[in-house]
């Protein structure tokens, strides 16, 4: 008995994506279905290639293909189109060569924002997608030295400024045109007109995540952002103790005000390892970013233990998911990166799957 496309495709209708409630052929995921003789081929194009649930699809299509009368050979390639989140607020212009922009945020400074911004990064090029980072911590452009960076911005010949690249993401801070020891003593207009610049006069190329690392606290790179960008989100940093989290608090409320929906919360630093005895200790309490996400109702991404060699790869310009990736942090972070391209692929189907409490 011959095999039919449309057979195929009903089969497929069995797959659900987790996250959506709908179907794959529904959806629009199944492409390019060929049948010849007992082999059946097709592509499943899914909206991120860090979907957390990609093996799991193509086990699931696999096997119920596998069980059509007459199919004796299945193969399914797997491919992602990062779909454009369409963000609230009228005024805001796209930024060419740019998908989605995501803040990575903190109510305080200390918690390891930056570091936190650089592995979600790492981790999402390192898993397919075209991410780029921009430093929009103007008094403490730190990133460069995160993604062992040490170079002049150069111009193309549109006059556009040519990001850095490493690790398959590009970069643009301030600190690439400032020495070391000189600090950054700006008023808010200049501060808003260097954002601007690094969104507007960036030749950014085909870019899924554009990531902002955020300055701590709610003043005016936040406003500035809101106000000249589609965000898709931001992703809130907190370490577990009261203060931190009572600083977060407010952040979120921030984000919610400017019409930025919470994608996530994370908690960094969430307890300590020892490397001799293995006992686990909570150096700054349990649970504080947890228990404010359920609160606030922002999607939970996960939690980071407080981990040495973290510290080392960001002063060597290393990131942990790359020079230790086996490591808890590692481990949590890619996780926490792959939830937050879920929870991005979510809002570009419908908005009201990212929680945006009025205020």
Not at 117 to 124: E, I, P, T
Not at 140 to 163: C, D, F, W
Not at 245 to 264: C, E, F, S
Not at 295 to 318: C, K, N
């Amino acid at each position: 008995m011959a095999t039919t496309e449309a057979a195929v495709l009903d089969a497929l209708r069995g797959v659900q994506d987790p996250d959506l409630h709908k179907d794959i052929v529904k959806l629009g995921f199944v492409k390019n279905v060929k049948i010849d003789g007992g082999r059946v081929a097709f592509t499943i194009e899914l909206t991120t290639p860090a979907c957390p649930v990609k093996d799991l699809m193509r086990d699931q299509a696999r096997a119920l293909v596998a069980g059509l009368p007459g199919v004796s050979t299945v193969e399914i390639e797997m491919t992602a189109a990062v779909r454009a989140v369409l963000s609230p607020g009228a005024g805001r212009q796209p930024v060419d060569g740019v998908k989605n922009i995501i803040a990575v945020g903190a109510g305080k400074g200390g918690v390891g924002k930056t570091t936190v911004a650089v592995n979600l990064a790492v981790a999402l090029a390192a898993r397919g997608s075209r991410v780029a980072i921009v430093d929009g911590d103007m008094y403490g452009p730190n990133v460069p030295i995160m993604m062992g960076l040490k170079q002049r911005l150069e111009s193309s010949a549109r006059n556009k400024i040519i990001p850095a690249e490493r690790y398959g993401v590009q970069v643009v801070s301030l600190g690439f045109m400032t020495e070391d020891d000189s600090p950054v003593i700006w008023r808010g207009p200049m501060l808003h007109g260097a954002i601007q610049q690094f969104f507007r006069d960036a030749e950014w190329k085909d870019v899924d995540y554009l990531i902002v690392d955020m300055p701590p606290g709610t003043g005016d790179i936040a406003l500035s952002l809101s106000q000249s960008v589609p965000v898709a989100g931001a992703v809130l940093v907190t370490t577990p103790q009261t203060v931190s989290v009572a600083d977060t608090r407010r952040a979120v409320q921030m984000y919610r005000k400017l019409n930025i929906p919470a994608i996530g919360l994370i908690e960094n630093m969430s307890y300590f390892v020892c490397p001799g005895c293995g006992k686990e200790s909570d150096l700054f309490g349990k649970g504080g970013g947890e228990a404010l996400a359920h609160e606030m109702s922002v999607p939970f991404l996960g939690s980071i233990p407080l981990y040495e060699p973290v510290r080392r790869g960001g002063d060597a310009g290393t990131p942990v998911v790359l020079s230790d990736p086996a490591s808890p942090p590692a481990l949590a972070l890619a996780a926490v990166a792959e939830r937050v391209a879920q929870q991005v692929s979510i809002a570009s189907f419908s908005r009201r799957a990212i929680p945006l409490t009025a205020v």
